[in-house]
Each structure stands twice: as C-alpha cells, then as structure tokens.
C-alpha cells in the first residue's frame, strides 16, 4: 500500500496563485493519482487525474487552464499548481491513489482506496 502526506495549501485572494504537494510512499508510477476537493454541502469533485508515467492528464472544466498538476519521480512527490484562483475554488483537498491495473481506467474515480490527509484551500473575493 502507498502511504500519502500532502502539504501546502493556505489561504489567497482570488486571482492568486498555491502549490499543494503529495508525498508517496512508494513509486508513483505504480499508481493512478487524482487531485480531488471536496467543499461543505457540496459533492466531492476531481479536478486532475493522472498516470504519472504519462503526460496525459484529465482536468474538469472547471479548473481546466488554471490548474497544472505535475510531479518529481526522485522524490515520489506529485504537485497540484492553482493559478487564477477563485472564492468557488475554496474546499480542502485530496491527494488519492489506486493501483494502476490494465484495463482499469485511472478516471474510474470509485475505487481510489489511498487518500491523504487533506489541506484546505480557501480562497477570498
């Protein structure tokens, strides 16, 4: 199993720009990642999925643009970039994983079973 420890996060006025880290345990390129957040009342929303052994990466409109995720393989450590930040963007955010798995989507998001600690993101207007 991969263990997961997510830092940054903080606070911004909208237009501003945060960095959110993961650090795993094992290889991440093992792994499908996604970056998820989740807001009192509101559905918890992935808004980057990934395989980290490739480019390919799937933003949700909503952040598409704004937020770049990216990752160091050295360190085993996966960035969340946040530029252009909205009050609409506060919400405390995840890092979750799953075993990467042939024929197992990595955008099939029911079955991430490793999740970080979360960081909460708030955003001022």
């Known amino acids: 199993q991969v263990q997961l420890v997510e830092s940054g996060g903080g606070s911004v006025q909208a237009g501003g720009s945060l960095r959110v880290s993961c650090a795993a345990s094992r290889d991440i390129n093992e792994y499908c990642f996604g970056w998820f957040r989740q807001a009192p009342g509101l559905e918890r929303e992935a808004v980057a999925v990934?395989?980290?052994?490739?480019?390919?990466?799937y933003y949700p409109d909503s952040v598409k643009g704004r937020f770049t995720r990216s990752q160091d393989n050295a360190k085993n450590t996966l960035y969340l970039q946040m530029d252009s930040l909205k009050p609409e963007d506060t919400a405390t955010y995840y890092c979750?994983?799953?075993?990467?798995?042939?024929?197992?989507?990595?955008?099939?998001?029911?079955?991430?079973?490793?999740w970080g600690q979360g960081t909460q993101v708030t955003v001022s207007s």
């Open positions: 990934f395989w980290p052994s490739t480019l390919w990466t």
């Open positions: 979750a994983a799953k075993r990467f798995k042939m024929g197992n989507s990595c955008l099939d998001q029911g079955d991430y079973n490793y």
